[in-house]
């Protein structure tokens, strides 16, 4: 499905649902250092996340005791380890990080989560400094309130880091 499209669907429904969305936000103090064997994923904002490539691969491997995951969502962030580790590019950035984009499927989900645990490295495309802090939002779905998604910034709220579907509802 085309992304811009996506976007503006979710964000459509959001805006018809606003009274009854239940919205979280919290600052996420994220890593501020480039781990030696890492993964870079660039998105279409210039943005870079940086994993530490050693956990994607223990994750790939299903291996317990990953990032405080259940069995369950080993399982599952496993599959999206694997695909990720796939989509990488040969090429390495000036970090000697593998390469990537920011843009595939249900590889967005273990990007966020990532983030969310701290573990990874957030670079804003016009700044030299890793950022200290994301913004990450998410707007629950429920009875009410159709769809909800995860929102991910830097704290100037510019630019976005990442936006992805949640959860979708039936009422």
């Not at 890593?31 to 994923?41: A, G, K, V, Y």
């Not at 580790?85 to 390469?99: N, P, R, T, V, W």
């Not at 950022?131 to 929102?151: A, D, L, M, W």
């Amino acid at each position: 499905m085309n992304r811009p499209f996506l976007l503006s669907v979710i964000l459509t429904l959001g805006l018809l649902f606003p009274s009854y969305a239940r919205e979280t936000q919290e600052t996420i103090t994220v890593d501020r250092t480039i781990p030696l064997n890492c993964i870079s994923l660039t998105n279409e904002f210039g943005v870079r996340v940086i994993l530490p490539k050693e956990i994607v691969s223990r994750l790939a491997r299903k291996e317990p005791q990953v990032l405080d995951m259940s069995e369950v969502e080993i399982g599952i962030y496993g599959d999206r380890a694997i695909e990720l580790l796939k989509s990488l590019h040969s090429a390495k950035d000036e970090f000697g990080c593998q390469k990537g984009t920011l843009t595939r499927g249900e590889t967005l989900y273990l990007v966020a989560r990532s983030i969310k645990s701290g573990m990874a490295t957030i670079l804003s495309p016009k700044s030299t400094k890793p950022e200290p802090k994301v913004i990450y939002s998410q707007t629950h779905c429920g009875r009410r309130h159709p769809v909800g998604f995860i929102n991910i910034n830097t704290p100037a709220g510019q630019p976005v880091v990442l936006m992805l579907l949640a959860c979708m509802s039936r009422g």
